[in-house]
């Protein structure tokens, strides 16, 4: 992974990964503890709303994170935004320019169910 100074604009975000397999009580696999990276320079759109599942409303906050084209991030991690923790919601789609295929960065969107 390429650690990169952080920009003067925009905020980080905290990327938890579970870590290598461990052995829970029983001897299966389970997920080792979270290990973490931060992201620099991300921009942090959100867009609060609400749904019904299953005839009970249900709260979600999402967010739309655009961070730098070196991000590290995968549709498995969880996010640590402002201090609350989002699931990555769908893959995280990668801008290129049109003109140069130069990557411009990334769009990840998160997800957090509050109630």
Not at 32 to 44: A, I, N
Not at 61 to 75: K, N
Request: glycine letters at 12%; proline letters at 11%.
């Amino acid at each position: 992974m390429i650690v990169l100074p952080a920009p003067a604009f925009g905020e980080a975000v905290t990327v938890l990964r579970p870590g290598p397999a461990v052995l829970d009580i029983y001897g299966n696999d389970a997920p080792g503890p979270d290990q973490e990276h931060p992201l620099h320079g991300c921009v942090v759109a959100p867009e609060p709303g609400a749904e019904t599942v299953g005839g009970q409303d249900i709260v979600t906050d999402h967010l739309v994170i655009y961070a730098p084209a070196e991000s590290d991030v995968r549709p498995t991690d969880r996010l640590r935004v402002r201090g609350d923790v989002f699931s990555v919601h769908g893959p995280v789609q990668d801008f290129r320019s049109p003109l140069t295929g130069t990557r411009a960065g990334v769009q990840v969107t998160a997800r957090r169910v509050t109630g």
